[in-house]
Structures are given as structure tokens and as C-alpha cells.
């Protein structure tokens, strides 16, 4: 009988997503994840036909962990205000996979086509609250995208204390829809 594997699926997937979170993606290949797991890397090609599988599936966990940080956060009254300081806090919290989503969605843009009907409830909301038509609701939505993408930038680099993240946002969000209006 064979021995039995002490390394699981799940432990090579952890270990993988902690050191993506840690240092990026190219720092996850199969000796890398072997030597923090202190095995050799037999077991991670018997549960991953190879490392693209592997990084595949840590875009997924990535993906997933964005949708759980800041997808979630926007509810409420103030939704797109919400969204957009837990977009620029998980940009500081996970520099790397923030880096990683960004950089794919710049490479693929199906992955940003399949977030517009998660937006589409929150723009109307936004719509009616505002008093904004649909054009002006468009150029809040991509103002508030494009300063939100900098303010992370800026957020990454310790350029401004996370703290007032939320008052930064709120204040743009105030003179975007003023402008809009």
C-alpha cells in the first residue's frame, strides 16, 4: 500500500494564496510552493495538472476575496461611496492581488463586462438618489472608477493615511455629483 499523502489539496492551494498574497503571482511556482510546504513538488503536480491550473485557481480565491471585501461593502444608502473606500482598502490590505485583478482585467475585458450587472441595481439606486439621468449616472460611475483607481495607487505607495480613506471618497463622490448635475 502506498503511503498515505500528508499534504492536501487544500494546504497547497492556502499555502500558494498566502505567498500570491505575500509577493504576487510570480513568486507562486512549484518548487516555491514545495519548499514552504517542506515536500517536494510531487504532491502539487497530483492534484494540479500544472501550474497554470494552480494560478487559475488562485484567480478564482483572488476574485472571490475581492467580491467578499468589496463587492459586499456596497449596501446601504451610501453603496457606491462604500464600494469605492473598500476598493481603495483592500488595494493597501492586498497590494498584490489588487495588482494581479487590475492587471487582468486591463488584459481580459470580459472580466470587466461580467462586473456591470453586479453594478447595475447600485447605479440605478444611485440614479433615483442623486436625481442624475442615466448619462450623468454613466460619467459619475466612471469618475468615481477612475479617481477611486489612483487613490489606490497613491493608498499602495503610504502616500495618505487609510483612516480617512472613507471622508477622501465621500467628498469626491460630493463633487462628482455636483458636476454631473
Do not use: W
Not at 24 to 50: E, H, W
Not at 106 to 129: F, G, N, S, W, Y
Amino acid at each position: 500500500m502506498p503511503p498515505k499523502q500528508r499534504i492536501t489539496r487544500e494546504m497547497i492551494l492556502e499555502k500558494a494564496f498566502d505567498m500570491f498574497c505575500q509577493e504576487g503571482m510570480d513568486a507562486v511556482n512549484a518548487r516555491s510552493v514545495a519548499k514552504a510546504l517542506n515536500c517536494s513538488t510531487q504532491p502539487i503536480f497530483s492534484y494540479y495538472t500544472g501550474m497554470q491550473e494552480l494560478r487559475a485557481t488562485l484567480d478564482l480565491k483572488a476574485q472571490e476575496l475581492f467580491a467578499k471585501e468589496v463587492l459586499e461593502a456596497a449596501n446601504g444608502e451610501h453603496a457606491l461611496v462604500e464600494l469605492c473606500t473598500a476598493f481603495v482598502l483592500f488595494a493597501c490590505k492586498h497590494p498584490h492581488v489588487y495588482r494581479h485583478l487590475y492587471e487582468s482585467v486591463c488584459d481580459d475585458k470580459q472580466r470587466l463586462l461580467a462586473l456591470v450587472p453586479l453594478c447595475t441595481p447600485m447605479k440605478d439606486q444611485v440614479r433615483e438618489k442623486e436625481g442624475l439621468s442615466e448619462e450623468a449616472t454613466q460619467d459619475l460611475f466612471k469618475r468615481m472608477t477612475v479617481y477611486c483607481t489612483g487613490l489606490a495607487a497613491v493608498a499602495i505607495v503610504g502616500l495618505f493615511d487609510t483612516n480617512s480613506t472613507r471622508d477622501i471618497v465621500e467628498k469626491a463622490y460630493t463633487v462628482a455629483v455636483a458636476s454631473a448635475r
